[in-house]
RNA sequence: GCGCCGGUAGCUCAAUUGGCAGAGCAUUUGACUCUUAAUCAACAGGUUCCGGGUUCAAGUCCCGGCCGGCGCACCA
């Protein structure tokens, strides 16, 4: 069967449901308008047939009649999730329900494949996520909070030009994986003979843009890390990071709170949110805790970076973590905050003064050399952002990755390598600056109020089918 | 990667202790001039995820594999 190659459109569902709110039953409008959308469902009585179509706006009754439409029966026949073209006068039938009462009309797409059952859905995770084009008809809720993603993402962008932050773009292909501890894809290219690796963060190549003097950037872009796929985890997932020149930490943790509610609002109208039926306020400001804080108050006793590692490990041991022996104090206090207290941050919470030894790329804070400048934003018990004064010495920043190759030979495979371009960038440098970066999914889980991440990607990885 | 649970018609789901594989919706055909998941009638629809095994008999029990959900681990 031919279909046209356009269809001249001239009105959504939804506008016109809100137009001719007042239209009384069996009342014309003598208005014609050109709808189209797909067949949801099929009412046929006789000579009469009643349709239910839905657009991107909403949902509209198509009204044929044999006297009236053309084609009738072949209308009659249309199957479920055909799209259609229809004109015709905006009506409301006898039993109150607004129509387009077709006079003329042409199938524009046929559906092959139905679009589950009609008050069910489609319940299968594997179906939904591998043809997420039928799930988000089969189902309103995938659509709304993949349009609640698109949402969030667009107040992101909006929020950050308005504070000033220039949009950048960086490579994805990198030569070396950097800028967080995580393992990376690997790729190669041909032409140069190299090895590459999928990004695990920007960080590095928007700093060397600060020191370009690019004095506020920001990227909202996908990364890249080659980890275990959960509820909660993506191999590849959508990070926003920004850099603001002369901020320290501090100056950034009211970015971000304010960054974040302002998110709420722009998308929900308010900061105050159900999720997974507990509730949770947005509204700035956040409380700030140090990590030893929480760790002591976690185990019952005072813990800091400068307890003696074998105290530390003595905790951890009680709470069955394996301890490797190349972590020092640091670590075992951000292993012990880990298993203790992360959890348990409902509500938004600053975590700062993260240890040295976890944070490479992070300043030494200005009152403890054993500590950094570095906070996470925790939120319904999980991590939702890092940030941090940026380390811009460029001989510390040799230490810090020194250490990290020592780490990685004694076989992390998630500690970071030396990047000597970007010590030489350090070289030229950076004025004081604070970064951000904020799990874009992980925010649109909260405010769609999903828990599993696939629910806010369109399409999530899977494993690909064999056998 | 490990553990637990699951996979039955296009979709949503049943199937007692191991004993003839079913329903609703969708599809097909018919009736019906105001329906709302329309209704009514009829037809059709199956490699019970795949491959082995036990048994007179397997959707059901056992082994292996594939895919998924959840938990753990890793991380954001």
């Not at 348990?344 to 240890?355: I, K, Q, R």
């Amino acid at each position: 069967m031919t279909v046209p190659y356009n269809f001249p459109h001239s009105a959504y569902a939804a506008d016109l449901q809100r137009a001719w709110e007042h239209l009384a039953p069996g009342e014309e409008s003598a208005t014609n308008v050109a709808v189209a959308g797909r067949v949801m469902l099929l009412r046929t009585q006789g000579r009469l047939a009643f349709a239910t179509m839905r657009d991107s706006s909403g949902e509209i009754q198509l009204f044929a009649l044999a006297d009236a439409t053309e084609r009738f029966e072949e209308f009659a026949h249309l199957h479920l999730g055909d799209w259609v073209g229809v004109r015709g006068e905006v009506v409301r039938t006898k039993r109150g329900e607004l129509s387009v009462k077709v006079a003329t009309w042409e199938v524009l797409a046929s559906a092959r494949h139905n679009f589950g059952d009609k008050w069910a859905g489609i319940a299968d995770f594997d179906l939904r996520y591998r043809h997420r084009e039928a799930d988000l008809w089969a189902n309103e809720k995938s659509r709304a909070s993949l349009a609640r993603r698109s949402e969030v993402v667009r107040a992101l962008r909006e929020r950050c030009w308005a504070a000033g932050f220039v949009e950048v773009e960086t490579p994805i292909l990198n030569p070396i994986p950097t800028g967080a501890a995580a393992r990376p894809f690997v790729t190669h290219h041909n032409a140069l003979d190299s090895e590459f690796f999928l990004r695990i963060a920007p960080e590095l190549w928007l700093k060397r843009l600060v020191v370009g003097g690019f004095e506020r950037v920001f990227e909202l872009g996908r990364v890249f890390r080659n980890e275990g796929v959960s509820p909660r985890h993506n191999p590849e997932f959508t990070m926003l990071e920004l850099y603001a020149a002369y901020w320290d930490y501090q100056d950034m943790m009211s970015f971000t709170e304010e960054l974040v509610a302002g998110v709420a609002l722009d998308v929900l109208g308010t900061t105050d949110l159900v999720y997974q039926e507990r509730t949770v306020s947005l509204a700035a400001p956040w409380p700030r805790r140090t990590m030893a804080e929480l760790a002591s108050e976690a185990v019952g006793e005072d813990v800091s970076a400068h307890t003696p590692r074998e105290r530390l490990v003595a905790l951890l041991d009680e709470r069955d973590v394996e301890v490797q022996p190349s972590w020092g104090a640091g670590r075992c206090l951000a292993e012990l905050f880990e298993v203790s207290a992360e959890e348990s941050l409902w509500s938004p919470t600053f975590v700062t003064e993260f240890p040295v030894e976890v944070s490479p790329l992070a300043r030494r804070h200005r009152d403890d050399p054993a500590l950094t400048e570095r906070f996470e934003s925790y939120l319904v018990g999980r991590e939702l952002s890092n940030g941090f004064s940026e380390l811009n010495d460029p001989e510390d920043q040799r230490e810090r990755f020194e250490e990290q190759a020592r780490l990685a030979a004694s076989g992390d495979e998630e500690a970071m390598r030396i990047d000597e371009d970007y010590i030489r960038a350090l070289e030229w440098g950076l004025p004081p600056t604070a970064g951000l970066g904020v799990g874009v999914d992980r925010l649109a889980m909260v405010l769609a109020d999903e828990s599993n991440i696939r629910e806010v990607i369109a399409f999530p990885t899977l494993k690909p089918l064999r056998g």
